[in-house]
Every structure is written in C-alpha cells, then in structure tokens.
C-alpha cells in the first residue's frame, strides 16, 4: 500500500497520544546544531512504573529506505546510548521479518490504514538507563516543544502574519506603481508641451499673451457694438455686387 512518512507519524501520534504517560517529539537530531542524523519519532513514557522508558522509531516507506537503514549501522546506532528502546515503522508490505535486528520492535500499516504492533521492542541495553544524556536531554525538550499546540499555534499566527504583511505589500507597491505610472504620463505631457511652446519665440509668447489679457479686459457693450458695426459695413458690401455675384 501507498503510504508516506507524515501520514506513519500521525498514526505513531495516536498511538502515543495519552499526554499524561507520554512525551513525543518527532526529527530529534544527534547534535544541538544541524546534526546529520534525526530520529523520526521519539516516545518518552513519563512512568516511574515503567522506568521513563525512551523508544526512538525509525520510518520507512520503501523497501530501497528500508534496506539503507539496515545496512549502514551508524544510521542507528549514533542514538542507541540515549535510548532503552529502538523500532520501525513502515508499511507492511516492504517488511522482511528476517532482516531485522531481534530487539527491535515493529510497527506495520496493513490495507485498513491502522498502525499494528507486528513485535515489540526488547530492551537495548542489559537496564533501563537511570539517567539521561543532558544534550540529548535538550534536544529532545526542543522538539517536544516544538510539537506543542501552543507552539503549533503561535507558528500559524505567526505565518498568517507573514502571509498578510506580504499581500499588504504587495498591494500598497500596486498603488505606488500606479501613482508613478500617473505621475509619468503628466511628465510626458509637460513635456510635449514645452516642446511646442519652444517652437514660438520669446517676444510671440509675450504678444500672445497680452493679447487674451487685453480680450480679457474687453468692454461686453463695446464689443457688441464693434461687432455691429461690422456686420453693418458687410451688408453695404454685399448690397453694391453685382446679382451674378455668389
């Protein structure tokens, strides 16, 4: 069956999802840096009764993973003395039984989407450890933190913000281009008018412009009668042509 990594860590989620006997966290690195190597899942049980076992599972989704793992002891062995217990999970139909080590558990997808338990983990070492490696201690405190809901919560607040901030940005440089093209196009006709006015001398610009201030200042009753009279003379002209005329 076709199944991916995030889709096992959920199920390994639900399996493990009494919060008052365990603590998960999942990519738990070797170092406190970037590390190299990360354990997919890590199930804290938080019992006395059950000596706060600490179980790191390992997923795989095919079997070409699978046979990786298996082959390069240092994939595993890196967390082995922080753990008391190591599994797999994986979907049923890449499992061979025989290539896996006797003390590790495991963990199949069968056809209905369930995780089941194919054989639990034996103990990696003769006794539970009694104490707990500090840095890995602190790796594994980030993680579990980083998979609360509180901090899932504040990371989506958090990209929402973003997300926002990026659309208002995008907006308010919409507006800005818009203005900038607006502000162009008045450029360019200040332009072209400028290029026209320089087509016309100095003195021809002066005379034009104290001609409309003086038909500004024109009398209205003046320039009736002017108009008038003009239209007067006109009619002797037009009386005195000859009637072939037009």
Request: charged share 35%; with cysteine.
């Amino acid at each position: 069956m076709k199944i991916t990594a995030t889709e096992i860590v959920r199920l390994l989620r639900s399996r493990y999802e009494d919060g008052r006997q365990f603590a998960t966290a999942t990519e738990v690195s070797d170092t406190t840096g970037s590390g190299t190597r990360r354990l997919d899942f890590v199930a804290v049980n938080c019992y006395a009764s059950k000596g706060f076992a600490i179980e790191g599972i390992e997923v795989k989704v095919s079997k070409a993973d699978l046979r990786r793992e298996l082959q390069d002891a240092s994939k595993h062995n890196i967390f082995f003395d922080f753990l008391d217990y190591y599994s797999l999970a994986c979907p049923a139909d890449i499992l061979d039984m025989s290539l896996i080590p006797p003390k590790w558990g495991v963990y199949v997808v069968k056809e209905d989407g369930r995780l089941h338990t194919k054989r639990l983990p034996l103990a990696l070492h003769d006794e539970l450890r009694a104490d707990i490696d500090k840095a890995f201690a602190v790796r594994l405190m980030r993680r579990i933190a980083y998979g609360s809901p509180a901090e899932k919560e504040k990371r989506r607040i958090q990209s929402e913000s973003y997300a926002k901030g990026k659309r208002d940005a995008e907006e308010s440089m919409g507006y800005r281009f818009k203005r900038l093209e607006s502000t162009e196009g008045e450029l360019l006709a200040y332009k072209s008018l400028f290029k026209e006015l320089t087509l016309f001398g100095a003195d021809d610009i002066e005379r034009g412009i104290k001609g409309f201030k003086a038909f500004q200042e024109l009398d209205r009753k003046s320039l009736r009668g002017s108009l008038e009279r003009l239209v007067e003379k006109i009619g002797d002209v037009v009386s005195v042509l000859p009637e072939d005329v037009g």
